[in-house]
T-cell receptor
Framework: EPEVTQTPSHQVTQMGQEVILRCVPISNHLYFYWYRQILGQKVEFLVSFYNNEISEKSEIFDDQFSVERPDGSNFTLKIRSTKLEDSAMYFC?????????????FGPGTRLTVT | QQQVKQSPQSLIVQKGGISIINCAYENTAFDYFPWYQQFPGKGPALLIAIRPDVSEKKEGRFTISFNKSAKQFSLHIMDSQPGDSATYFCAASIITSGTYKYIFGTGTRLKVLA
């Protein structure tokens, strides 16, 4: 069964450093998302991406964040200068194109720890 | 208002019992309501979902009941098993700028006692 994959599974970085989280969405999906889950809290929407551009972003997704689809398979989230409060699980999700294809499939997540 | 309220925060059920988790929303623009199951250290996995034109959907031991007028929906897990012990999130989907964004509830930590 196709699945969303994410690398790395755990990333430790120092405050102020740049990190890139990588995702490989399901191959025939065209809509991509990043969500964040701070430990013990709910999953929060960060950004949606379609046709090589951001469709929507939340208030959390400030200028320190960016997304990119550098090739036909990868989808990345970059945090330019990490803060302690960026420590969280980051989930990538993807869904099929077209109205009615509501289901979003989530990857296993990347645990980001900022020290 | 784009919030989804979920209760209870935690739930303990005996093996074989029924687990019930409730969610409520305000925004009538929500048009799809999935439930996700999450085990520790894993990503949310889609469990079952419903559209607002249906009042109930059943898949195996899992049933969603949907009350459009009350803007509430619930997950029932029949014959609960220890393997069902996980955190359950309800969500509501809304289309914005051409893509569907999920708004998640706060989660319910379910423990099924053997």
């Amino acid at each position: 069964e196709p699945e969303v994959t994410q690398t790395p599974s755990h990333q430790v970085t120092q405050m102020g450093q740049e990190v890139i989280l990588r995702c490989v969405p399901i191959s025939n999906h065209l809509y991509f998302y990043w969500y964040r889950q701070i430990l013990g809290q709910k999953v929060e929407f960060l950004v949606s991406f379609y046709n090589n551009e951001i469709s929507e972003k939340s208030e959390i997704f400030d200028d320190q964040f960016s997304v990119e689809r550098p090739d036909g398979s990868n989808f990345t989230l970059k945090i330019r200068s990490t803060k302690l409060e960026d420590s969280a699980m980051y989930f990538c999700a993807s869904s099929e194109a077209g109205r009615g294809s509501y289901e979003q499939y989530f990857g296993p997540g990347t645990r980001l720890t900022v020290t | 208002q784009q919030q989804v309220k979920q209760s209870p925060q935690s739930l303990i059920v005996q093996k074989g019992g029924i687990s019930i988790i409730n969610c409520a929303y305000e925004n009538t623009a929500f048009d799809y309501f999935p439930w996700y199951q999450q085990f520790p250290g894993k990503g949310p996995a889609l469990l079952i979902a419903i559209r607002p034109d249906v009042s109930e959907k059943k898949e195996g031991r899992f049933t969603i009941s949907f009350n459009k007028s009350a803007k509430q929906f619930s997950l029932h897990i029949m014959d609960s098993q220890p393997g069902d012990s996980a955190t359950y999130f309800c969500a509501a989907s809304i289309i914005t700028s051409g893509t569907y964004k999920y708004i998640f509830g706060t989660g319910t930590r379910l423990k099924v006692l053997a």
